[in-house]
């Protein structure tokens, strides 16, 4: 599998990596996150991210991973952890570190992100902006002193906000969530800029939209639910319109759009069975998406460049919108779970 530079880190990471939500008792548990993790190396995969936030994932990750005889490049974070949570806490925020490390079952993090360091009234970590500082930096010397941590990173879902913490200078990675694939772009406008600007690896999560962009909704779309804008659901239905004439399933075309992008290093997977896993990666090898598809993507994205004011920040095509379904999908995305 294709390898990219991931900024300054000089890392060489696989351009698809494994994303933890799901190698963990949400999805198969160990036994599956098992076989995925060794058909992963076998297909060229080195990396791995995970948090503390999303379930068991750390803790089923390093089971799944004793053993197994390859060099692996492993993403966690700090934030949720431990209970009640507070970013200002230098202890609390070291023996977080510390049990991921025991958890993970290694001696070092490759890179430690900060989770959601863009939602301020949700994890407070900083006490200044100009300049960016917090005790969390302090830490994060110590623990590269100490050989604990290689490098640092942030986790976000915002786009202005992530975009003036990248301009810190301070961080070696960041991971853009729901704000960058075949239908959102506002990432691209000034977050991916700004890290490229810094010589920091991007990591993009969310290319399949949580999945709401790999699967089709037609009938859902065209009845036009009541949180479903009218120019959105008439971009969607243009996007299904392509992924009809192209002949591409949607998988393919939003892996592929992701990595027609030479800017972004890594695309997270967050698969939940090996086969989700092997259909990913022949995605992928067939390579960057041709220019015209391209030009039409940008075409499509183009209707809506901006979210409208009342849309789920994951469009729940295929969910209750009232129901248990949302509701859970909410409290997924307050925890970080992308």
Do not use: C
């Given at each position: 599998m294709q390898?990219?530079?991931?900024?300054?880190?000089?890392?060489?990471?696989?351009?698809?990596?494994?994303?933890?939500?799901?190698?963990?008792?949400?999805?198969?548990?160990?036994?599956?996150?098992?076989?995925?993790?060794?058909?992963?190396?076998?297909?060229?995969?080195?990396?791995?991210?995970?948090?503390?936030?999303?379930?068991?994932?750390?803790?089923?990750?390093?089971?799944?991973?004793?053993?197994?005889?390859?060099?692996?490049?492993?993403?966690?974070?700090?934030?949720?952890?431990?209970?009640?949570?507070?970013?200002?806490?230098?202890?609390?925020?070291?023996?977080?570190?510390?049990?991921?490390?025991?958890?993970?079952?290694?001696?070092?993090?490759?890179?430690?992100?900060?989770?959601?360091?863009?939602?301020?009234?949700?994890?407070?970590?900083?006490?200044?902006?100009?300049?960016?500082?917090?005790?969390?930096?302090?830490?994060?010397?110590?623990?590269?002193?100490?050989?604990?941590?290689?490098?640092?990173?942030?986790?976000?879902?915002?786009?202005?906000?992530?975009?003036?913490?990248?301009?810190?200078?301070?961080?070696?990675v960041v991971l853009t969530a729901f704000n960058y694939n075949v239908l959102f772009r506002e990432a691209r406008q000034t977050l991916i800029p700004s890290a490229i600007q810094q010589d920091m690896g991007v990591v993009l999560g969310s290319a399949l939209g949580q999945g709401f962009l790999s699967r089709r909704a037609d009938a859902e779309v065209s009845e036009q639910p009541i949180w479903l804008a009218t120019t959105r659901q008439q971009q969607l239905l243009a996007y299904y319109d392509l992924l009809d004439e192209s002949g591409i399933t949607a998988v393919e075309m939003c892996l592929r759009f992701a990595i027609s992008d030479p800017d972004v290093s890594t695309i997270p997977l967050g698969c939940k069975t090996l086969e989700h896993l092997e259909a990913s990666v022949a995605a992928i090898e067939k390579g960057p998406l041709p220019q015209d598809i391209l030009n039409r993507l940008e075409e499509i994205a183009a209707r809506v460049p901006t979210r409208p004011y009342e849309e789920p920040m994951i469009l729940p095509l295929g969910k209750k919108y009232y129901g248990p379904g949302i509701a859970n999908m909410g409290a997924a995305v307050q925890v970080g779970k992308f």
């Open positions: 390898t990219r530079r991931l900024g300054r880190t000089d890392l060489n990471v696989s351009v698809l990596s494994i994303g933890g939500l799901y190698t963990s008792s949400l999805a198969g548990g160990v036994a599956e996150t098992r076989r995925i993790m060794q058909r992963a190396v076998e297909l060229g995969i080195n990396a791995i991210d995970t948090a503390p936030a999303y379930a068991d994932s750390e803790k089923t990750i390093g089971q799944a991973i004793a053993g197994l005889d390859a060099p692996l490049i492993v993403t966690t974070k700090l934030g949720g952890r431990p209970q009640p949570f507070d970013p200002q806490n230098v202890g609390d925020l070291r023996e977080s570190v510390e049990e991921s490390l025991r958890l993970l079952g290694r001696d070092h993090i490759d890179i430690l992100m900060i989770h959601e360091p863009d939602r301020p009234q949700q994890y407070p970590w900083w006490t200044s902006y100009d300049p960016l500082d917090g005790p969390v930096f302090a830490l994060m010397d110590e623990l590269k002193t100490a050989g604990k941590i290689r490098f640092t990173g942030l986790a976000g879902t915002t786009v202005t906000e992530m975009t003036s913490l990248v301009q810190s200078n301070r961080f070696d």
